[in-house]
């Protein structure tokens, strides 16, 4: 069974830097894209970052796009995302999504639907 853990929020400030990490277990994560969603407080759930299996593809959410990053440890599997130049927007429960599909071609967020429990970021202005 697909089993999605993130681990790394916490409280920062504005301006600061972190990395999110999501172990995934019960699926070959090295053959599904993978990617993060997060949801603020009062919004609905929003697309933050993807990555293709083999990492030859990536996308952002514009909010987000050079400021964030999105990786990935096929041999570990571990996905990442590291977050630079924090705002306090970028407050949110943060989820870790596999794709419902191995070597999907192109990269699509929109069949990310497995997701974990999430990890709380809060940034302080």
């Known amino acids: 069974q697909v089993q999605l853990v993130e681990s790394g929020g916490g409280l920062v400030r504005a301006g600061d830097s972190l990395r999110l990490s999501c172990a995934a277990s019960?699926?070959?994560?090295?053959?599904?894209?993978m990617g993060w969603f997060r949801q603020g407080p009062g919004k609905e759930s929003e697309f933050v970052a993807a990555i293709n299996w083999n990492s030859f593809a990536t996308e952002y959410a514009d909010s987000v796009k050079g400021r964030f990053s999105i990786s990935r440890d096929n041999r570990n599997n571990t996905l990442y995302l590291h977050m630079h130049s924090v705002k306090a927007e970028d407050t949110a429960l943060y989820h870790c999504?596999?794709?419902?599909?191995?070597?999907?071609?192109?990269?699509?967020?929109?069949?990310?639907?497995?997701w974990g429990q999430g990890t709380l970021v809060t940034v302080s202005s």
């Open positions: 999504a596999a794709d419902t599909a191995a070597f999907r071609m192109p990269l699509s967020s929109r069949y990310l639907a497995r």
């Open positions: 019960g699926f070959n994560f090295e053959s599904y894209d």
